[in-house]
């Protein structure tokens, strides 16, 4: 019976263990895709499991690999094909061994060694191995009532694993734990971090991942560029070790820890690089101050400008919205212009028709004007081009007449009534001719009558070629006609195959 001295003394020591876990730094943690293996579609198409090997009785499908079956005197064996490039390790097993007896054999292994085992007696591999050994061992050998039992075992190649006292007498630590015949997968998690190697253990008697921790041993030194592996082995009893997820994590320090890589720069070095950066920032700028000063003319005025994002999008923008702003006006203008050619079109057309040129005025019948057809307004365009250059004729023949006049006044005053042998009275009577055949066109244009609009010939209507009767008829007699033709070839081609 426990004294309370020894209840205290225990108290202690969890108590120390516990504030000693919460201050330790977490090393940081990475996934190893290589040295890991889980489901779903884990098999490839040749039966492989990619960056793994495995031999033996061990066969792999889609969702777990089966170490062995439940069959007598089987061994199965798996191995990483790369060697464990990492130092510092965590890997985590989960699996299931199940059979029908209330005791099970012999049991599943993992493996840290420096070769690739073959087939042999522990569990499934080879024995004098070099490197770590975490066995999960179902059958009672020394008939201790001491199994299922896990232990750890290291070995440097010389010592034999005794297989009559279970290895208890060659452990690192272990612990007793039933691991067979569970409702969820059984949890087992083997940590190697600084020379520590740690093994939890979850029963798969609930689904979370709760872990409790099975053994501890410090000082443990384990040899670099090993291999991974499991194997499993059956004797007189047999139990299906299936392992459905094998999940591999390299450990590091933390960056307090981590030490200094060889290209490190102290503080020191830091500073004197900054200091010497200035100073060469600086006579750069001076350099470039003095050449502006002696070539003003081969510096570019935005040498010291550069053009950010932000200031070459607003000038995209506003040259966009400027091209814009032109194209609009530029519409605008052709719409005034259009506007401006209807307006004096409609001006013309109401002057026309106010002097009597344009479409005839309603009756008092109340008929509707007629709207403006397309050679209408044609006729109107002609006859805007003849008033324009009847216009400027008579524009021609004032001021024919102006500088005649002009000459008249001249040659007034002078003596003798001639100028430069000019005769007044004959260029009197020219005046009154000139003004003669001015009042003639202007009288033809204002009397000209309007064309008369241009209409399509009217077509006289035709009679039908064929009544429906006679087209009947028709089609009746040429019914008539082929059945005849048809009865006729049926009755010849009887005829002559009579002499067949």
Not at 83 to 91: G, H, K
Request: net charge neutral; glycine share 8%.
């Amino acid at each position: 019976m426990a004294t309370p001295t020894m209840k205290c003394v225990a108290s202690f020591l969890l108590l120390s263990l516990v504030i000693f876990d919460a201050t330790a730094e977490i090393p940081s943690r990475r996934f190893e895709y290589k040295y890991s293996f889980k489901g779903p579609h884990m098999v490839q198409k040749d039966n492989s499991v990619p960056f793994w090997e495995y031999a033996g009785s061990a066969l792999a499908s889609d969702e777990q690999v089966r170490i062995t079956p439940s069959l007598r005197s089987k061994r199965g064996l798996m191995w990483t094909r790369n060697t464990v490039p990492f130092d510092n390790w965590e890997v985590e097993i989960i699996f299931r061994v199940s059979g029908r007896g209330r005791v099970g054999a012999d049991g599943l292994a993992f493996w840290y060694r420096t070769d690739k085992g073959p087939s042999g007696p522990v569990y499934g591999s080879t024995d004098r191995w070099n490197g770590l050994g975490v066995f999960f061992d179902s059958f009672d050998n020394d008939n201790q009532r001491n199994n299922p039992y896990i232990l750890s075992m290291l070995n440097d190649g010389s010592k034999s694993y005794d297989h009559n006292s279970d290895g208890l007498s060659q452990q690192l630590g272990g612990c007793l734990r039933d691991f067979r015949n569970k409702p969820y997968p059984v949890r087992a998690k083997v940590e190697y971090y600084k020379n520590s190697l740690t093994l939890w253990f979850h029963s798969g008697m609930t689904e979370n991942a709760a872990y409790e921790m099975c053994m501890r041993a410090d000082n443990v030194v384990l040899p670099k560029n090993g291999y991974f592996g499991l194997s499993a082995a059956t004797g007189g009893l047999a139990d299906d070790h299936d392992v459905l997820k094998f999940l591999t994590h390299s450990l590091t320090p933390p960056a307090s820890e981590m030490p200094k890589p060889d290209g490190h720069i102290s503080e020191a070095e830091r500073k004197k690089f900054t200091d010497e950066y200035d100073q060469y920032y600086e006579k750069l700028e001076k350099q470039k101050e003095e050449f502006r000063r002696q070539h003003p003319d081969k510096v570019r005025k935005d040498f010291d400008e550069f053009e950010d994002t932000g200031a070459r999008d607003l000038r995209l923008i506003y040259e966009g919205q400027h091209g814009i702003h032109k194209t609009v006006k530029e519409l605008h203008r052709k719409l005034d212009e259009i506007i401006g050619r209807q307006e004096r079109t409609l001006s013309h057309m109401s002057a026309l028709s106010s002097g009597g040129g344009g479409g005839q005025p309603a009756t008092g019948g109340g008929v509707p004007i007629d709207t403006i057809k397309r050679h209408e307004v044609d006729n109107v365009l002609n006859t805007q081009r003849e008033i324009s250059n009847s216009v400027r004729e008579i524009r021609t023949l004032v001021g024919d007449v102006q500088q005649k006049a002009t000459s008249i006044h001249l040659n007034q005053g002078q003596a003798g009534q001639k100028a430069g042998g000019l005769d007044v009275n004959l260029i009197t009577h020219e005046l009154k001719d000139n003004l003669q055949s001015v009042k003639k066109d202007l009288a033809r244009l204002a009397n000209k009558p309007e064309p008369a609009p241009l209409r399509c010939p009217e077509i006289p209507e035709q009679s039908a070629c064929v009544s429906p009767v006679h087209f009947y008829i028709l089609l009746i007699l040429q019914v008539i006609v082929v059945m005849g033709y048809v009865s006729y070839k049926h009755r010849q081609e009887a005829n002559a195959k009579k002499f067949f």
